[in-house]
């Protein structure tokens, strides 16, 4: 199970959810703060890091490290779908929120612009909240604020 981010709505459910399947739980090791809080007795199996590649289902899903939203913040990104899982970096309609805990909007928006905006315009994203979007619309709509 690949975590986005170590927000309590993000991780609530997902040793009941790695358990049931028999999965390994990673996260960033930089959130590792937010997961002790929800789950103090486990051990996220294994550390995320910017640049990891997994392949799952014969497509290979690459870390993109995008702290902001928390310190240890990810997308997935997965270039055979033409696809990007931002969590809560990047939503339809602007940078994700920051009003959490340990997040920052400057470095939030470095995130987006250094590590997002350089995929395809045509990249979907799918959201930790909220619909779908794409790199080329949100580009535009950050830019022009």
Do not use: K, Q
Request: hydrophobic share 35%; with cysteine; net charge negative.
């Amino acid at each position: 199970m690949l975590c986005t981010h170590g927000h309590n709505d993000h991780i609530n459910a997902a040793v009941e959810l790695a358990d049931s399947v028999d999965a390994p739980i990673w996260l960033h090791p930089d959130d590792g703060m937010l997961w002790d809080v929800v789950h103090p007795d486990r051990r996220i199996d294994d550390p995320l890091r910017d640049g990891l590649t997994i392949t799952v289902g014969g497509d290979d899903m690459t870390i993109l490290h995008t702290p902001g939203h928390s310190p240890g913040g990810c997308c997935i990104h997965v270039p055979s779908l033409g696809t990007v899982f931002s969590g809560d970096t990047l939503f339809n309609g602007g940078p994700g929120a920051t009003g959490r805990s340990f997040s920052d909007l400057g470095i939030l928006v470095d995130s987006i612009r250094s590590r997002l905006f350089v995929l395809d315009g045509a990249t979907t994203v799918h959201t930790g909240h909220g619909d779908s979007t794409t790199i080329g619309d949100e580009a535009r709509r950050l830019e022009a604020d």
